[in-house]
């Protein structure tokens, strides 16, 4: 028998396949931890941020029905990203935004470069309206 | 620092994780697979520092992309597919190291099949979350 065939194998012990386990489900604990941190902080940031001619702006007119139309179509075109309830999920928390409905109107339309699809050639006018009472409703 | 530089930075560190994880692969299979090689310790021994310093290039790889895409986990599309080839892999390379770094560098014994399987398996994910990420950029 040359040194070749005497060769055994590494011995596989639990405790160290344990160990190894506890390590990898570390790491991805570990990216979740900074994944929410991340995702906290940017609630925090860009459009998030009021803007001033929200306080001088008059509010887009808004009912009920209009309120639940723009539910509607959130569902359909904003939830994936910013959650069923608008807590936020790949996108941010539209709670309490602070912005204009202008604004709201105009990030619909257009997004926000890298961040965000413009949402021009899927929504008519009418129905941003709709979104942006639904959006507005959520202060 | 911007979504851009981020991008860049990414671009930059998840190469080297990607290529010491299927060299890693690579030359523990070969040296497993033809024990009699004249330069099986040495087949053996690169494979034990491409491991381990793969999983150490996996911190920055993962930190540069989640900064990059704010956090997010999964996401959509490409990135979607991206990650989920990307977290199994992570989680297999991370826990492969640690074992490894335990075991040794395999010179005076054969590497179990199941270490030479299971990094094969992890081997398998960076590459498809290559493709995806390789997919993003190029592909949409």
Redesign the interface.
Known sequence: MNS?DA??????TGG??A???F??????AS??A?????????SKVSHQQPTPEAWFETPTPSSPALIAQGRALFLSSCA??HGADATGD?GPDLHDVGVSDRYISNIITHGIK??MPSFRKKLGSDEILRLTAYVRSLD | MNSEMWAKMHGATVHFPIALILCSGALDALGFLFPGLAIRRGLHTAGYWTTILGALGTVPAVVSGLVMSKGVMLGHDALRYHHLFVWPALALIVGLAVWRAFAGDFTTRKPPIGYIATLGVAAVLIMGAGYWGGEMMLGH
């Open positions: 070749v060769l055994i194998p590494e011995p596989a160290r396949i160990v190894a386990a390590a990898g489900l570390l790491a991805l990216s979740y900074l994944s929410l941190g991340l995702r906290r902080e940017e994936h990203c790949e890298g961040e």
